[in-house]
């Protein structure tokens, strides 16, 4: 690859990703503004006369908001906030900082989320490649019905009833929270095997409901890859089994299971909602349900925007491998 038309295609790729992040902040900047009232006309709605209307204007100034404001100027205050990491005040969780509570809960989902992820990659990958390799025997012919049939099941059902046998009725899990209560969290053995312990409900539930689509992506890839030319010639050779399916067949099968597993990392920062909000885990997906039960206006913003942003950085990491792995990309 030249290096110019590569740095050409690198500095493309920045400056379409840079306006598709602009054009992100400035829909999540229009959108809660569409909704009637505002983040603190809201809290003094639930607060149901509790809190004084004379302090309705100093709430409005703790949310960011400003009634003497034009939408234009609002609107450049919100981008100079946002880019300057001022995501406002959730009243969720007031008067704790919007990005104060991301931070809080943004490690939750990491591990948790992206800890499955990785299982239900390595496990779906390799069973797929099994699948595809000895295909024609009675297990690996199974084995894609028996996956497909549970990444058919919805994962919040999944663990719902993992819940229910498992946590209510055997007690060998804990049914909520990420550690238990009379833990300090700490670096220790005993913090660390109460999160993991806390943690297997959850993350079982979304490796066993995720690993037939990586199984059977693979599975198909790795069959697409077999009939080609080059793995026939390989074994005309007389090249070993082991060696043809991990050098000629498996390697070339990974390429575009890879480029999903960074897309699917992308998405890992918004947590599994629905997981999240049945075992109760202190994570984003946890917080985006309570912001959106709760108006939470900034959060759910600052939420959305972290998505955003992390999508958009697992598509530009993906296009750069590409454009390392494949040359001919950077000359279209």
Do not use: C
Request: aromatic share 12%; no cysteine.
């Amino acid at each position: 690859m030249h290096r110019g038309s590569g740095l050409r295609f690198i500095a493309n790729k920045i400056g379409l990703y840079l306006l598709i992040f602009w054009a992100a902040m400035t829909l999540n900047f229009i959108i809660p503004r569409l909704m009637p009232g505002n983040a603190a006309s809201a809290l003094m709605a639930k607060a149901q006369g509790k809190i004084p209307p004379a302090a309705l204007k100093a709430l409005e100034a703790a949310f960011g908001i400003s009634t003497h404001q034009s939408p234009v100027q609002q609107y450049f205050s919100y981008l100079k906030n946002t880019l300057t990491g001022h995501l406002g005040i959730s009243f969720t969780y007031f008067p704790v900082p919007v990005a104060q509570v991301i931070g809080e809960m943004l490690p939750w989902t990491l591990f948790l989320i992206g800890f499955a992820t990785i299982i239900a990659f390595a496990l779906g990958n390799l069973i797929g490649v099994y699948s595809a390799w000895r295909r024609g025997a009675a297990l690996a012919d199974a084995l894609p019905v028996g996956f497909t049939v549970m990444s058919a099941m919805p994962y919040f059902w999944i663990a719902l009833a993992l819940l229910y046998v498992l946590g209510f009725t055997l007690n060998w899990f804990p049914i909520a929270h990420a550690y238990g209560g009379g833990v300090s969290l700490s670096f220790s053995l005993r913090t660390l095997g109460s999160i993991l312990y806390h943690a297997a409900l959850p993350a079982f539930s979304i490796v066993i409901t995720s690993m037939g689509g990586w199984m059977m992506q693979m599975r198909n890839n790795l069959v697409s890859v077999l009939a080609d030319d080059y793995v026939l010639l390989a074994q005309m050779k007389g090249l070993p089994e082991r060696e043809i399916m991990q050098n000629y067949g498996a390697r070339n099968a990974l390429l575009p299971v890879l480029t999903s597993f960074a897309m699917s990392l992308g998405f890992v920062v918004g947590g599994a909602v629905l997981v999240e909000d049945v075992f109760n885990y202190p994570g984003i997906g946890f917080a985006l349900v309570q912001a959106v039960s709760n108006s939470d206006y900034p959060l759910m913003q600052g939420i959305f925007l972290i998505i955003v942003s992390a999508v958009l950085v697992a598509n530009f990491i993906v296009d750069l491998l590409y454009t390392f792995l494949d040359p001919r990309i950077s000359r279209t």
